[in-house]
Nanobody, 120 residues
Framework: QVQLVESGGGLVPPGVSLKLSCAASGSALSILRWGWYRRAPGKERELVATLSKDGVSNYGDSMKGYVTISGDNAANTVSLQMSSLKPEDTAVYYC??????????????WGQGTLVIVSS
């Protein structure tokens, strides 16, 4: 069974940087794509960034220009480096992975989410 564990969230003042991390556990997982999404209070979940197994990144409009996604496929981890955070970046951030295992075939897994609060 594949599980994702996120870390790095917390309460930060505006303007600072924060790094979120996500680790996938589970044997024989071949990752096709990582993703970070977020859900702000009262809003729909939205894309922050994705990273393909080939290293191609894609960014949603909401945080484009001040986030960077990076991954280590050998370690089954992905990170989201965020800079110059604003109060409107307050949200629960979710890690997502699409991949496959010999047992399950294609699968998609979501993490439990990590809360980021940007406030002075």
């Amino acid at each position: 069974q594949v599980q994702l564990v996120e870390s790095g969230g917390g309460l930060v003042p505006p303007g600072v940087s924060l790094k979120l991390s996500c680790a996938a556990s589970g044997s024989a997982l071949s990752i096709l794509r990582w993703g970070w999404y977020r859900r702000a209070p009262g809003k729909e979940r939205e894309l922050v960034a994705t990273l393909s197994k080939d290293g191609v990144s894609n960014y949603g409009d909401s945080m484009k220009g001040y986030v960077t996604i990076s991954g280590d496929n050998a370690a089954n981890t992905v990170s989201l480096q965020m800079s110059s955070l604003k109060p409107e970046d307050t949200a629960v951030y979710y890690c997502n992975v699409q991949g496959y295992t010999p047992k399950t075939g294609w699968l998609e897994v979501w993490g439990q989410g990590t809360l980021v609060i940007v406030s002075s």
